[in-house]
């Protein structure tokens, strides 16, 4: 069937199975950040946003995306690579599998919330896995990213 979606602020018009998930709608048609984990909403890989909220797109009917803006990396191009920088600095970028996913999660914290304690930050990130590391250089790169949002 056909549907018009609108994905980083361009309308498309794309041919999808009504039980196709909104990972598989992506990345089928080019938009390659998304990436594949876990299947359940479990890893935080796929995470994108639908109407500048994250959503986990592995287990998000692409038709429940009607009308709405989807948003991926390619997308936030310019503020990814300024996040992005911020966990180079940090030594945070290990192998990048998650990135995509973790920066996704990281801007919409940053548009949501105000000033979060390490805490809060944690929360948010519950349900973005990083295999390669314990999250320290992360979460540096997370709070000096914030500060230098709130300057």
């Not at 690579?81 to 990281?106: R, S």
């Amino acid at each position: 069937m056909n549907m018009t979606l609108t994905i980083n602020n361009k309308k498309v018009t794309l041919d999808i199975k009504p039980d196709e998930v909104l990972l598989d709608t992506l990345r089928a048609n080019g938009y390659l950040s998304v990436q594949r984990g876990c299947d359940t909403s479990s890893c935080g890989l796929c995470a994108i946003w639908v109407n500048d909220e994250v959503v986990l797109s592995c287990t998000y009917l692409t038709v429940r995306a009607a009308n709405k803006n989807v948003t991926t990396l390619e997308g936030v191009q310019k503020e990814a690579k300024e996040f992005a920088d911020f966990l180079a600095d940090e030594g945070a970028d290990q192998c990048g599998y998650c990135a995509p996913g973790f920066i996704m999660t990281v801007l919409a914290m940053a548009k949501e919330l105000n000033n979060p304690s390490e805490e809060e930050i944690y929360h948010y990130l519950n349900g973005n896995l990083c295999r390669c590391t314990g999250y320290k250089g992360q979460i540096r790169a997370i709070k000096k990213y914030l500060e230098f949002k709130n300057n």
